[in-house]
């Protein structure tokens, strides 16, 4: 299943047993990709994981 990916316009393959909240990287931009749905199919960029301190 083809996307375009959001942040250069490549066209981004999902594979064949993809996952919702599964995450991907674009080969042309290198962003880290999350499936956002697969029907229809559609991604977002990942959100960038924050450092927990345990506070």
Do not use: H, N, Y
């Not at 942040?7 to 393959?13: H, I, L, N, P, R």
């Amino acid at each position: 299943m083809p996307v375009s990916c959001p942040v250069c316009d490549a066209v981004v393959s999902l594979p064949a047993d993809a996952v919702v909240s599964e995450l991907l990287r674009c080969r042309d931009c290198g962003t880290e990709l999350e499936i956002e749905s697969l029907t229809p199919p559609k991604v977002r960029e990942a959100p960038v994981a924050e450092e927990d301190w345990g506070q």
